[in-house]
């Protein structure tokens, strides 16, 4: 919460400096810019739904790859550009959601505030071996 505070408040201070120096000419300069950036971030979203609609529910390539690639206080879209894929959601209390490769191997990934609080990777139990071989 505290980036969108920071973020907007640059813009209104960019738009006050552009109106001090460059009077309205300065001010549709700066709220340009604003917009501008707004579309930039609003079309990189789009972006990562999109690439991450193209594959099943949560899954992955590999488990343990994603469990090296994630860290605290990530953001939600930085997971799901991470992992290509809309995770599968398993609690609501923490907020909790998984994704699982083919080997069964499984990440479980809990948010707070849409950030990453906590993860952890839960590997399938290996086959025991056939007896008699």
């Known amino acids: ?46 972006r990562v739904l999109r690439s991450a609609s193209q594959r099943p529910v949560g899954t992955v390539p590999n488990a343990v790859m994603l469990n090296a690639g994630l860290s605290q206080g990530m953001r939600l879209p930085a997971v799901l550009k991470l992992t290509r894929s809309l995770g599968r959601r398993i609690a609501t209390e923490p907020e909790t959601w998984t994704w699982a490769d083919e080997g069964g191997d499984a990440v479980e990934v809990q948010l707070h505030d849409g950030r990453v609080t906590s993860w952890e990777l839960r590997r399938k139990a290996p086959e025991a071996a056939q007896a008699g071989n």
């Open 1 to 46: 919460m505290k980036g969108a505070w920071l973020g907007w408040g640059l813009a209104v201070a960019a738009v006050a400096t552009s109106h001090m120096a460059y009077g309205w000419a300065g001010v549709a300069l700066a709220a340009t810019v604003v917009v501008f950036w707004l579309l930039l971030q609003f079309s990189q979203s789009l």
